[in-house]
């Protein structure tokens, strides 16, 4: 098994390490139990029981185990988020009619508060999602802070225009918050797709009602505490544990919410703008599933390749969105790269999330381990050849081996779908123009990326990709400031970067007379 030093000098360095400003063995302290401070509904500044009087349980994916019961929120919760969240949008309230630099100060004084708790929130995103500590405290932490504070500095920079127009007028626009924006995040990066959300419409003056995935609640509730320790008016922030079917399909097609933003599945995606549209035609944003290609070159660096190929698959359990998971290989190094591969996932070390020595944890629960096992023995019934993992690894907690496919075609199920899970398809190619149709032929196309030492075949493939993102000679690189999103049904609208404002505010056109116009 690849040891602890090897993995974090090499893998961690490249990839993770770019985001982390302190070492995990001299200063992260990882709390294997923590304790559970919130485990209700938040709303106006107050946590209240379901109004039901319902509880789901959330699990530790390592084990199986119960952690705690939760708050189960569902429409009559909505309602009231809802009617909290449009008073704190009031014309002349305190939200309304803050500074916008003090909305900026709010956000930069939540990202120093999930800074001090940094250790803990680690260990707690650990502990309900599954993923290891290392990985949850140098990346998950280090890009949530990092997304606050890049949008606390947008606060007051987010500006309209004067306009000469025609006439004795004067014209300018105004950059005005949407309102009451509902928000529904995924249980892959709680943390992280909380800050996605929260930083940008809080720093264009919205209001939120917040939906966390039923999966991994608590953090997500915990940084809502957090947002009232920062000083959040009342009502600005609102926070509902619960499931999609009822939670989230009350916030979707509720009349009073003026804007609804959604990362998971494209299936869901699809069930959400039918509800917005059917409703009052709320505004949509959608970052949904993905199937991307990673592109590797007879030129490319073979040992670099490998490495990174087998981390845009395998990070976070291969439960990304943007995973690399139809790797495709140029004929001349295919044979050495599908036995580099194999060795290197055969040394993936998997087990306890706490375990800095572990690379891997578990699924996030049994429905999702399921489906991938599923998955795995369709390639295996469909013609693929197994060539390293494929079983579930234990009798305990949600663990699957690392997985490797070869010998995989494109009508293959594990080729099509999303698995969402730690199983790496490879596939051989040997011209350029008909990859171009491969990899494009899907109905995904949230990013992609090539290995090359070629500039012109770089630049070739990041132009005739459909996706969103394309990377060349990395993969996985997270910057508040470069926008994400997909083409086709991977979604609309981008998150992150200035682009990710856009979808926060509502452009107005004021045109005044004046008695004479002089340039």
Not at 147 to 156: F, K, N, P, T, V
Request: proline letters at 5%.
């Amino acid at each position: 098994m690849l040891s602890s030093a090897r993995f974090i000098g090499r893998s961690f360095r490249q990839n993770l390490g770019r985001y982390a400003r302190y070492s995990y063995s001299t200063v992260a302290k990882p709390q294997p139990n923590p304790d559970i401070f919130h485990n209700q509904v938040f709303i106006n500044n107050e946590w209240h029981d379901a109004v039901s009087g319902k509880t789901f349980p959330t699990v530790n994916p390592s084990t199986g185990d119960i952690i705690c019961h939760v708050a189960e929120g569902d429409k009559a919760d909505v309602d009231i988020a809802v009617n909290a969240a449009k008073e704190a949008f009031r014309f002349g309230s305190p939200w309304r009619t803050i500074d916008a630099s003090n909305r900026g100060e709010l956000l930069n004084r939540l990202a120093d508060l999930i800074e001090r708790d940094r250790d803990y929130l680690a260990s707690l995103e650990t502990f309900d999602n599954g993923k290891p500590f290392h990985v949850a405290h140098a990346g998950d932490l280090e890009l949530t802070i990092k997304c606050y504070r890049y949008y606390a500095g947008w606060a007051d920079k987010n500006h309209g225009k004067t306009i000469p127009v025609n006439g004795d007028y004067f014209c300018y626009t105004r950059h005005e918050p949407v309102g009451v924006c509902g928000q529904i995040i995924p249980w892959n990066f709680p943390l992280l797709m909380q800050a996605w959300k929260l930083g940008p419409a809080l720093a264009m003056g919205n209001v939120v009602v917040m939906k966390l995935a039923e999966q991994t609640p608590l953090t997500g509730l915990y940084v809502a505490g957090l947002c009232k320790e920062a000083g959040f008016p009342p009502g600005v922030v609102n926070v509902i544990p619960g499931y999609g079917p009822t939670a989230g399909a009350a916030i979707a097609s509720h009349n009073d919410v003026d804007k609804v933003a959604f990362t998971g599945s494209t299936e869901i995606g699809k069930i959400i703008q039918k509800a917005a549209g059917d409703s009052n035609l709320k505004r949509v944003t959608l970052e949904l599933g993905g199937k991307s290609p990673l592109i590797v070159m007879n030129d490319a660096d073979l040992d670099y390749a490998v490495e990174q190929s087998h981390f845009a698959l395998f990070f976070n359990q291969g439960q990304c969105c943007c995973a690399g998971s139809r790797t495709y290989v140029e004929d001349g190094i295919y044979d050495e790269f599908v036995e580099r591969t194999i060795k290197r996932a055969e040394k993936r070390t998997l087990g306890d999330p706490f375990d800095p020595n572990n690379e891997q944890g578990p699924q996030v629960d049994k429905e999702q381990m399921d489906k991938i096992l599923d998955l795995i023995d369709s390639g295996k019934s469909e013609g693929a050849t197994l060539a390293a993992g494929g079983n579930r690894y234990g009798d305990k907690g949600y663990f699957v081996e690392p997985t490797v496919f070869t010998d995989v075609k494109e009508n293959m199920r594990i080729a099509k779908e999303e698995i969402f899970g730690p199983v790496m398809q490879v596939m051989k190619f040997s011209d350029k123009d008909e990859l171009v149709e491969r990899a494009n032929d899907s109905m995904y196309g949230l990013a992609a990326s090539v290995f090359t030492k070629d500039i012109d075949k770089a630049m070739m493939f990041s132009q005739s990709l459909r996706a969103g993102t394309v990377w060349v000679n990395c993969f996985d690189v997270f910057d508040a400031a470069a926008p994400f999103g997909g083409y086709k049904m991977s979604g609309n609208g981008r998150e992150k970067g200035q682009y990710g404002l856009d979808n926060y505010t509502e452009v107005k056109s004021v045109m005044i007379k004046i008695p004479q116009k002089n340039s």
